[in-house]
Structure formats: structure tokens, C-alpha cells
């Protein structure tokens, strides 16, 4: 069964740190992209990063240098680790793969929600 949980949400102050985790199922996991995205009430889910099954890493341009992503083939997981939080990074994040004709993978899942607060 295709699956992704997402985790590691939570309410920090501008500044702190958190570090998401998404374990996914049912597909062959190290074979495939995995990708972080988020969306806010009322907006479309927008991409943060992207990790290659070779490790080469891609980033929204505005997010680079604040949050890096990585994966754990062993572990089907993949983590998104976010420093010097904004209000602004305030979201709903979630994961997904996107196959080479570009549809995605995995049904989407309920997501993590980070806060943060000024």
C-alpha cells in the first residue's frame, strides 16, 4: 500500500529549529526522488526541496541555506531539517515523489504543521 507519514511538526519562536520526518510504503523507495513541500490555508502546496536517489539535493531558491533535506534508504525515511524559522515558513509540510512522467507517487498524507511565532 502506497503511503507517506509525515512528522516532527510543532510550535517554535522565530529563530529555532525543527526537523521533519516522513517514513513512506509501498513503493521501491530508493529508487525514486523524494520531495518536501508545504501550503497554507487558502494557497496551493508549494515545493521546498528535493532529494535525487543519488543524494543530490534542490531547494526553493528563497529557503537555501535555511533548511537541507536527506534521506535514509535503510530507513525509507526522509527528513527535512529547517533552522532560523520565519512566520513565514509556517505551513502544513508534506511529502511526496514525483514519477518521470511527473504525477506523484504516493496519495498525499495528512501532513505536519509547523508554527512559528515572532
Known amino acids: 500500500q502506497l503511503q507517506v507519514v509525515e512528522s516532527g511538526g510543532g510550535a517554535v519562536q522565530t529563530g529555532g529549529s525543527l526537523r521533519l520526518s516522513c517514513v513512506a510504503s509501498?513503493?521501491?523507495?530508493?529508487?525514486?526522488?523524494m520531495a518536501w513541500y508545504r501550503q497554507t490555508a487558502g494557497n496551493q502546496r508549494d515545493f521546498v526541496a528535493v532529494?535525487?536517489?543519488?543524494?543530490?539535493?534542490n531547494y526553493a531558491e528563497s529557503l537555501k541555506g535555511r533548511f537541507a533535506i536527506s534521506r535514509n534508504n535503510d530507513k525509507n525515511t526522509v527528513y527535512l531539517q529547517m533552522n532560523d524559522l520565519k512566520p513565514n515558513d509556517t505551513a502544513v509540510y508534506y511529502c511526496n515523489s514525483r514519477s518521470i512522467r511527473g504525477d506523484f507517487i504516493y496519495p498525499w498524507g495528512q501532513g505536519t504543521q509547523v508554527t512559528v511565532s515572532s
Open positions: 532529494v535525487a536517489a543519488d543524494g543530490n539535493t
Open positions: 509501498g513503493a521501491i523507495f530508493s529508487r525514486n526522488p
